[in-house]
Structures are given as structure tokens and as C-alpha cells.
């Protein structure tokens, strides 16, 4: 399967740790973006790379927050002095074309 | 703000007959309209998309109608069957934005047999 793949699937944290997601995208797919989910709500956007260069960030990304792509492959997402308010479904997803994305299936993060 | 918005939380809808899933926007700027479908613990699917150059577009059992002057668009699923039961999200993008998708809140449909 060539899809998008996310590690890890759950991660349970307690408040005040540093938690980091990894993201491999579509082998081909140029774009690579990461969102949030929380309950009842639809995926909100966080931020946006094509190839190595993190071209958008969402106001919902704080300083807390950092992501990176380097060379172009895959991403990481770092949440530093995790709150309970950042406990939500981390997706990431992959384009080629505009518009069109293809999501994995999302990392769940539990903050005690 | 939300720019997409799905005012129908849940639809419930009979096995067989037609599944209207609505949704509106705010943003003139938006230009790509698409529908993902989305189950538990899963990340969404993209179901189909139409550009604003268009104001339909036919996949199958699925057609996407876009009203540009109303910023309303529509999702039609006919015949609807029991696998069709998910939660059903409307995103948009403009490409100024690096076409990154702006979601509504979804909506849940239940197909019944």
C-alpha cells in the first residue's frame, strides 16, 4: 500500500510533555499538509509544505508547535508542553495536484 | 469563522432512495469544492470534487452541484446504500491558499435498509 502513513496510530501523553508525529506522504506528491481534528468538528488546517519549504501556517499553530520537512520526504509535527486542550486526531495528507488530498489515517493524541 | 458551513448534523435515509447532503460557503475566493467521506478512527476519503468553472459534476452514484451565485453546493448519492453510511465532510480551497482545504463541520448520514 503506497497511501499516507502516520506514526504512531494513538499516543497517550501527560500535560507538560513533548509529544512528535511522523508523516510519510505519497511518494510522488510534492505537497504535504497537517490538520487537526477534534469531536464533532471538521479537520482544521495547520500547515502547509511543498517540498522542503513550510509555505502556510494556520493562527492555530502557536509557538508551541513546530513542523518540518527536510529534503522534501516526510514530515514531522512537535507539539512541546502538551495541554489537555491539544489532545485531537493529528492528520496529514498528500497532493500532487491542487486541491485534491490524500489523507492517512490520522494520529490520536490523549493528553492527561 | 467558519467558511464552510453544513448545517445538517445527521440525514437518516431509506435504502434505495436519493441522499442530499448540503453546504454553503462564505469565502468568493474559494474555487475547488470537494466531498470526503469519513468512518471511525479513519482519516476522510476524497468522494469527488468540482471546480468552479463547472456547476456539476457525475461520479457514478455521486454528482456534486455547484451554485455559485447562492455559494451553495450539493452532494447527491442515488441509489443510497447501507455502505454509504458515514460522515460525509464539504471542503473548499482557493488557490491562493496553496489549495489547502477549508472544512465544514460534516455530515453524518445514516442509510437504512
Known amino acids: 500500500d503506497t497511501g499516507v502513513s502516520q506514526d504512531p496510530r494513538h499516543k497517550i501523553t501527560k500535560r507538560g510533555q513533548n509529544v512528535t508525529f511522523r508523516c510519510d506522504p505519497i511518494s510522488e506528491h510534492n505537497r504535504l499538509y497537517w490538520y487537526r481534528q477534534t469531536l464533532g468538528q471538521g479537520p482544521e488546517f495547520l500547515t502547509y509544505?511543498?517540498?522542503?519549504?513550510?509555505?502556510?501556517k494556520s493562527r492555530l499553530l502557536s509557538d508551541r508547535f513546530s513542523a518540518e520537512r527536510p529534503k522534501g520526504s516526510f514530515s514531522t509535527l512537535e507539539i512541546q508542553r502538551t495541554e489537555q486542550g491539544d489532545s485531537a486526531m493529528y492528520l496529514c495528507a498528500s497532493s500532487l495536484i491542487a486541491g485534491e488530498l490524500f489523507f492517512g489515517s490520522g494520529t490520536q493524541l490523549s493528553v492527561l | 469563522d467558519q467558511q464552510v458551513k453544513q448545517n445538517s448534523p445527521s440525514l437518516s435515509v431509506q435504502e434505495g432512495r436519493i441522499s442530499i447532503l448540503n453546504c454553503d460557503y462564505t469565502n468568493s475566493m474559494f474555487d475547488y469544492f470537494l466531498w470526503y467521506k469519513k468512518y471511525p478512527a479513519e482519516g476522510p476519503t476524497f468522494l469527488i470534487s468540482?471546480?468552479?468553472?463547472?456547476d456539476k459534476n457525475e461520479d457514478g452514484r455521486f454528482t456534486v452541484f455547484l451554485n455559485k451565485s447562492a455559494k451553495h453546493l450539493s452532494l447527491h448519492i442515488v441509489p443510497s446504500q447501507p455502505g454509504d453510511s458515514a460522515v460525509y465532510f464539504c471542503?473548499?480551497?482557493?488557490?491562493?491558499?496553496?489549495?489547502?482545504?477549508?472544512f465544514g463541520k460534516g455530515t453524518s448520514l445514516l442509510v437504512t435498509p
Open positions: 468540482i471546480s468552479s468553472i463547472k
Open positions: 471542503a473548499a480551497s482557493a488557490q491562493d491558499s496553496g489549495y489547502a482545504l477549508n
Open positions: 509544505f511543498q517540498n522542503e519549504a513550510q509555505l502556510e
